[in-house]
């Protein structure tokens, strides 16, 4: 069997060996969270109080309220934990709905359901330095100089920044922000004013000022469960656990389970575990950077980076070089051809990702295999294009004077000389592949972007490098292998 096909015949292993979505039972309760401390800590406390009942999943991290409540609404998670303000002026785009029974019934249509109201209030709110020219939101038009350093939700948000500006009237120009960078960047004096949590542990930690919303523009966001009709029918024991949670969680104790993870390190399952059984929990040692890196996720992680990576630049192979030979042969079609596949080169990942998930119905592996396959088609397509047109005039010349046929002469001839060419391509796909993978972390398909998202949550570097030096690890290893391959075939070919 010729080098070639030996090359296309391992990439068609990996696409079968590798699942493309782990399937999920019907009897998984999955519990999805956002991508901040405290949805994170809920998602983790749900899950924990139904782990006794039922199989449980944590999803957690799952991005921006639009991809998680996306993902409930397709049924690739069954609750999360959500805040009755978001719920109504965010999901439902209704300023009059403020009962849970008037949320519950404007949901139901959708197969919907909100309930178990934990007994806190987390609400938005801005916050300045210690030392702030004023100490109402309304007194920030009076300095428009002011440095607004505003999360990218909370600007897109309908109950955040634009009614918040055209409430009170200000002109400032707000600089989108990572929620868990935005304490840094205040305390470094980069911003002036930054939107935050209420129950937000930092805001003692750097002595910030919250704001007083002296004209009430901020409703209440209570926390609550917002979760499929279905679930309590197909999950009775576990939904009556989750229900022993109402009104449970109080302001301080909120604050104090943010506290342990932002400040003292602990993880959020720990944080979980230690307020639902308090008598058991153990003080845990906060770990460094090497603890985090070979912590018991690693494998995992390690598993799902490698199936993304491989399945995808495998996928991109077996529908790229094909792609690539045809723009060889048809110079016709070769422009369109490259058009295409570099227009979606274009495309922001995360913006992909979240156009996936409505389009395929879940969340999880699947949009992430095809958003990473789609970024691979390009160095594989324009690999392959060039190493065909690169082969000798004569040597196609030879065969075809020696009656070999067009798929022979390709087969035989072309595509073996074009193969370190390709090869170089399909080193180039891997490469970028495994970087890429990080961002699907936000839709849940695993990979060590969830440490990095956990990180940038937190604000807590080693985690963020936790999950950014294995991946770079792993381009490395995956840029020395196929290096070695290009070795052996130039050893073979001379």
């Given at each position: 069997?010729?080098?070639?096909?030996?090359?296309?015949?391992?990439?068609?292993?990996?696409?079968?060996?590798?699942?493309?979505?782990?399937?999920?039972?019907?009897?998984?309760?999955?519990?999805?969270?956002?991508?901040?401390?405290?949805?994170?800590?809920?998602?983790?406390?749900?899950?924990?109080?139904?782990?006794?009942?039922?199989?449980?999943?944590?999803?957690?991290?799952?991005?921006?309220?639009?991809?998680?409540?996306?993902?409930?609404?397709?049924?690739?998670?069954?609750?999360?934990?959500?805040?009755?303000g978001t719920?109504?002026?965010?999901?439902?785009?209704?300023?009059?709905?403020?009962?849970?029974?008037?949320?519950h019934?404007?949901?139901?249509?959708?197969?919907?359901?909100?309930?178990i109201?934990?007994?806190?209030?987390?609400?938005?709110?801005?916050?300045?330095?210690a030392?702030?020219?004023?100490?109402?939101?309304?007194?920030?038009?009076?300095?428009?100089?002011?440095?607004?350093?505003?999360?990218?939700?909370?600007i897109?948000?309908?109950?955040?920044?634009?009614?918040?500006?055209?409430?009170?009237?200000l002109?400032?120009?707000?600089?989108?922000?990572?929620h868990?960078?935005?304490?840094?960047?205040?305390?470094?004096?980069?911003?002036?004013?930054?939107?935050?949590?209420?129950?937000?542990?930092k805001?003692?930690?750097?002595?910030?000022?919250?704001?007083?919303?002296?004209?009430?523009?901020?409703?209440?966001?209570?926390?609550?469960?917002?979760?499929?009709?279905?679930?309590a029918?197909?999950?009775p024991?576990?939904?009556?656990?989750?229900?022993?949670?109402?009104?449970?969680?109080?302001q301080?104790?909120?604050?104090?389970?943010?506290?342990?993870?932002?400040?003292?390190?602990?993880?959020?399952?720990?944080?979980?575990?230690?307020?639902?059984?308090?008598?058991?929990?153990?003080?845990?040692?906060?770990?460094?950077?090497a603890?985090?890196?070979?912590?018991?996720?690693?494998?995992?992680?390690?598993?799902?980076?490698?199936?993304?990576?491989?399945?995808?630049?495998?996928?991109?192979?077996?529908?790229?070089?094909?792609?690539?030979?045809?723009?060889?042969?048809?110079?016709?079609?070769?422009?369109?051809?490259?058009?295409?596949?570099?227009?979606?080169?274009?495309?922001?990942?995360?913006?992909?990702?979240?156009m996936?998930?409505?389009?395929?119905?879940?969340?999880?592996?699947?949009?992430?295999?095809?958003?990473?396959?789609?970024?691979?088609l390009?160095?594989?397509?324009?690999?392959?294009?060039?190493?065909?047109?690169?082969?000798?005039?004569?040597?196609?010349?030879?065969?075809?004077?020696?009656?070999?046929?067009?798929?022979?002469?390709?087969?035989?001839?072309?595509?073996?000389?074009?193969l370190?060419?390709?090869?170089?391509?399909?080193?180039?796909?891997?490469?970028?592949?495994?970087?890429?993978?990080?961002?699907?972390?936000?839709?849940?398909?695993?990979?060590?972007?969830?440490?990095?998202?956990?990180?940038?949550?937190?604000?807590?570097?080693?985690?963020?490098?936790?999950?950014?030096?294995?991946?770079?690890?792993?381009?490395?290893?995956?840029?020395?292998?196929?290096?070695?391959?290009?070795?052996?075939?130039?050893?073979?070919?001379?």
């Amino acid at each position: 069997m010729r080098p070639a096909q030996w090359i296309l015949l391992a990439l068609a292993a990996c696409t079968a060996w590798f699942p493309l979505q782990s399937v999920h039972a019907d009897d998984v309760l999955r519990i999805g969270s956002k991508r901040f401390t405290e949805s994170y800590i809920l998602g983790e406390i749900l899950a924990q109080s139904a782990q006794p009942h039922a199989r449980t999943e944590h999803r957690q991290g799952l991005g921006n309220t639009a991809i998680v409540f996306e993902a409930l609404k397709t049924g690739a998670i069954d609750a999360y934990p959500e805040y009755s303000g978001t719920i109504s002026q965010e999901i439902l785009k209704r300023k009059d709905i403020v009962s849970l029974a008037d949320m519950h019934e404007a949901l139901a249509p959708l197969g919907l359901g909100v309930a178990i109201p934990l007994g806190f209030s987390n609400g938005y709110a801005l916050a300045m330095r210690a030392e702030a020219r004023t100490d109402r939101i309304s007194g920030l038009a009076a300095y428009p100089e002011l440095r607004l350093g505003l999360s990218h939700e909370f600007i897109g948000r309908s109950d955040g920044w634009p009614g918040l500006a055209q409430r009170y009237a200000l002109k400032h120009k707000p600089t989108g922000i990572d929620h868990g960078l935005a304490y840094e960047a205040l305390a470094a004096a980069q911003v002036d004013v930054i939107d935050i949590y209420t129950t937000d542990a930092k805001l003692r930690q750097y002595r910030l000022r919250m704001l007083d919303d002296d004209a009430g523009y901020f409703p209440r966001y209570d926390a609550v469960v917002l979760y499929r009709l279905d679930a309590a029918s197909r999950f009775p024991q576990a939904w009556q656990a989750l229900r022993g949670l109402e009104g449970k969680i109080s302001q301080a104790g909120m604050v104090a389970m943010n506290a342990a993870a932002e400040i003292d390190g602990k993880s959020f399952a720990a944080v979980a575990q230690s307020f639902l059984h308090p008598a058991s929990a153990t003080a845990t040692a906060s770990r460094g950077l090497a603890g985090k890196i070979f912590d018991g996720s690693f494998w995992r992680l390690l598993r799902e980076h490698v199936a993304l990576v491989l399945v995808s630049v495998a996928m991109a192979a077996l529908a790229g070089i094909p792609l690539g030979v045809l723009a060889a042969f048809q110079p016709r079609l070769r422009q369109a051809v490259m058009a295409l596949v570099g227009v979606l080169q274009t495309i922001p990942s995360l913006a992909l990702l979240a156009m996936l998930i409505p389009l395929l119905g879940t969340i999880g592996m699947v949009p992430a295999l095809i958003a990473l396959f789609l970024y691979a088609l390009l160095p594989v397509v324009r690999n392959t294009c060039t190493g065909i047109e690169q082969v000798s005039p004569g040597l196609r010349l030879a065969a075809l004077a020696l009656g070999l046929r067009t798929r022979h002469r390709l087969l035989h001839i072309e595509l073996p000389l074009a193969l370190p060419v390709i090869l170089a391509g399909l080193k180039t796909a891997a490469v970028m592949s495994v970087g890429t993978a990080t961002i699907a972390a936000f839709i849940g398909a695993g990979g060590f972007g969830e440490r990095i998202a956990t990180g940038l949550a937190v604000n807590d570097n080693d985690m963020l490098l936790a999950g950014a030096l294995p991946a770079a690890f792993l381009a490395l290893s995956i840029q020395g292998l196929f290096e070695l391959a290009e070795r052996l075939l130039g050893r073979r070919a001379a």
